[in-house]
């Protein structure tokens, strides 16, 4: 196995599915079918969820919205996601725990990290929900942080795109794709991997990220193999 020990981190708009908004059942459990695989495998997985497909704290504080509040509703949306993949995943056979960055411990643990890498020894999958707890930052760096804190091998972005292009390929059809690629060179080509906080925090920790299309049944497990799928970008 090239990774034993992985942080997926979903977008809240990759469960809607073909929706407009909120969670689509069976994509829940496409992704927590590709996760089975995977843990099947011994590896372990922690995963961190997005909330843009029910809130996002800038779409609140453009209409007026203290940004604040309006972050810690962004950072609710992702516990809603968090729940919803936790029982998707343990409808599919697996085990799991849900750790929330915002104590509400009648629903999920408190995020304690060595709590957390028990689980994974235990072949628990792990969900982190809240985002890193704190307004003004996103999901991508939660997921960048907690990859480091439980020092995961690689960050796994999965998303609808088979990784990293010259271009958007969706609006330029001569764009083509990175295999590897180093930090350096994302900086200097400007390339929009995650955000700068995530990215920079990525790149000061040597923590790969892989960008890879989540919605290809077998693709994760291509990944975690060590097949060439999607973007690496490490030092
Ligand atoms: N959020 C936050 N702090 C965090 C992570 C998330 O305040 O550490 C809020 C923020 O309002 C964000 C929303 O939660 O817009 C949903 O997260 P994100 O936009 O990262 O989700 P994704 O784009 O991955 O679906």
Known sequence: MK?????LKLSGEALMGDQEFGING???????NEIKQVVEL??????????????????GASEGMDRVQADHMGMLATMING??????LEESGVKTRLQSAIEMDKIAEPFIRRRATRHLEKN?????????????????????LRAIEIDADVI????????????????DSTATKYDTLSFKEVYEKGLNVMDMTAFTLSKENKLPILVFDMNTPGNLT???KG??????VQN
């Open 3 to 7: 990774y034993n020990r992985i942080l």
């Open 26 to 32: 069976e994509r829940l459990l496409e992704y927590a």
């Open 42 to 59: 011994g590896v372990q997985v922690a995963v961190v969820v997005g909330g843009g497909n029910i809130f996002r704290g800038l779409a």
């Open 83 to 88: 729940l919803a993949l936790q029982s998707a």
């Open 124 to 144: 628990r999958v792990v969900i982190f929900g809240g985002g890193t707890g704190n307004p003004y930052f996103t999901t991508d760096t939660a997921a960048t």
């Open 156 to 171: 796994l972005k999965g998303t609808r795109v088979d990784g990293i292009y010259t271009a958007d390929p969706e609006k």
């Open 222 to 224: 291509k990944v975690v």
């Open 227 to 232: 097949d060439v799928v999607g973007t690496l």
